[in-house]
């Protein structure tokens, strides 16, 4: 490697891979983004390994399995000692800064019951430096840069309610109190800016993360109204509502929560997405959200043009993924705790300035979240030496941005998903009578078929990807799909028996030292 380049790592919350390539493609305007596409390698089978936020997060920063890691849910704790890319990419010489958050719950074990840590689910994981705070329940910073700009601003539990222009009859578009030049969004990347701005030559990395399209739905004018009239396709919804609750205990479950699931602030906003399913409602929330979706675009763009307008753009490995998807009126459903597809598939777009004779390359291998920890630690030169690879679940994926496939590459991928909470049980535990440590689902997904394995006996779910893609028939219960299923459930055990933390296991302490494999 060239003596200290630049790493820029940023993650889009709740960015679905079709949005880039795929279903949504022809309809959302993404330039920036996709002309990153086209100049780096990008791979169109990316998944994350578990949802929501904080997990997602926490396995893309440790590459670790929410299994191992333990962090399993929004406010689960992560172990202090738990390796991570803030810690190894500091034995680089690196900075690692942080522009926006980690959702990462401080470990009570090592820190004072009265520390803030332990009292946020929102906290830093250890080793970054938080150059802007910008978490979902705070945002200090922005909202203080409101207030200097002259915002009469509300109180923060009622900043994403839409404001409706005077005379008009109020819409669940209506645009954010701010202008677009003032959003999150906008305020994150000012401050971007200005730190690169005087970082030119220093070999920096600089973790960003984007809030948006994340709910509440809201956006500044023009971004409200960019899809308002536009021919957006409807959701995959081939399927009742109650056809889609009769499908699993636990998608009846799901789709009774969304229900009471808060897509838009204020008065209007109170969506019923099942029992009424107005396209109307539907539509909207599908164009706000591409509206968030142009305008991170246009955002990411201003620091893609900020690398090339000083010459840093071919000094600078570019990492650009989200941690989880979203439904968005897919199977009736929205949000990201689901089964299906949207859920999981997200973008991940890497370009590797020393490789540029394979930009353009689109990998169809299957790729998970947890890769791309030790792919940044490879390319800063620090190899697998510095964390132990039995620390970490993840594959380096250096060979695919030098044009080849490493050897013995992943024929599936692995997710998971905790629906349990320990104080306050969910209607999950409530309804099916779970304790906390059986609140948990399995997915493993090949090529062919996609197995859904839930804890406690509950019944799986198999989906034949190749003549059913949208995973609209349970194959579960059909006779003939019973080798499938059983094949299916040997390979998710293997996969578990494989993955499973090895931090020490493999080593052994002899007379002659530490032996290891």
Request: glycine share 6%.
């Amino acid at each position: 490697m060239v003596e200290k380049q630049n790493i820029l790592f940023i993650i889009i919350d709740q960015l679905r891979a079709d949005c880039v390539t795929g279903a949504l493609e022809a309809y959302v305007d993404m330039p920036n983004i996709r002309a990153l596409r086209d100049d780096s390698v990008s791979f169109n089978k990316h998944y994350s390994v578990v949802n929501p936020c904080g997990p997602a997060r926490a396995s893309i920063l440790t590459s670790q399995y929410a299994y191992n890691h333990g962090s399993v849910r929004n406010g689960a704790p992560l172990a202090f000692d738990t390796p991570n890319l803030a810690r190894e990419i500091r034995k680089a010489g690196y900075e690692p800064m942080l522009f926006g958050y980690t959702d990462t719950s401080g470990d009570p074990s090592v820190l004072h019951e009265n520390d803030p840590s332990v009292r946020e689910y929102e906290s830093v994981m250890p080793g970054w430096v938080e150059k802007l705070e910008m978490r979902a329940e705070s945002s200090y910073p922005w909202r203080a840069s409101l207030k200097t700009k002259g915002y009469d601003i509300p109180p923060f539990d009622e900043f994403f309610v839409p404001q409706t222009p005077k005379g008009q009859e109020p819409r669940l578009d209506d645009p954010a109190f701010y202008k677009a030049e003032d959003s999150d969004t906008a305020f994150l990347t000012d401050e971007v800016l200005k730190e690169l701005s005087v970082r030119q030559g220093r070999g920096w990395f600089a973790h960003v993360t984007y809030l948006r399209p994340h709910p509440p739905l809201v956006a500044a004018a023009p971004y409200n109204h960019m899809y308002k009239d536009a021919d957006i396709p409807p959701p995959i919804a081939d399927k009742t509502c109650q056809e889609e609750a009769a499908t699993h205990p636990y998608l009846a479950i799901y789709l009774e929560v969304m229900k009471h699931h808060k897509y838009f602030e204020g008065p209007l906003g109170e969506p019923d997405v099942c029992d009424g399913q107005d396209p109307e409602i539907i539509k909207i929330g599908r164009a706000i959200y591409m509206g968030l979706v142009t305008e991170v675009d246009h955002h990411v763009g201003r620091i893609i043009d900020h690398l090339k307008s000083t010459n840093e753009y071919d000094n600078t490995l570019i990492v650009l993924t989200a941690d989880h998807g979203e439904m968005l009126g897919d199977h009736r459903s929205w949000e990201k705790r689901s089964v299906y597809e949207a859920s999981f598939h997200v973008p991940l777009i890497i370009r590797d300035p020393n490789n540029k004779k394979f930009h353009g390359t689109v990998i169809e291998r299957f790729s998970e979240s947890i890769d791309i920890m030790p792919t940044i630690l490879r390319w800063a030169g620090l190899g697998d030496g510095l964390i132990k690879p039995n620390s970490y679940n993840g594959h380096c994926l250096m060979a695919f941005l030098k044009g080849g496939v490493p050897g013995n590459w992943r024929t599936h991928v692995y997710a998971e998903l905790d629906f349990g909470e320990p104080a306050d049980p969910t209607p999950w535990q409530q309804v099916m009578g779970l304790d906390l440590q059986d609140a948990n689902l399995a997915i493993l997904r090949d090529e062919n078929y996609k197995l859904v394995h839930f804890n406690a006996g509950i019944p799986p779910l198999l989906f034949d990807l190749k003549a059913d893609p949208n995973e609209m028939v349970d194959l579960a219960d059909d006779a003939e799909s019973m080798p499938i299923l059983l094949k299916m459930t040997q390979k998710l055990l293997s996969h578990r028996m494989r993955y499973t933390n090895r931090r020490l296991s493999n080593y052994r302490v002899t007379p002659q030292g530490t032996l290891s494999d």
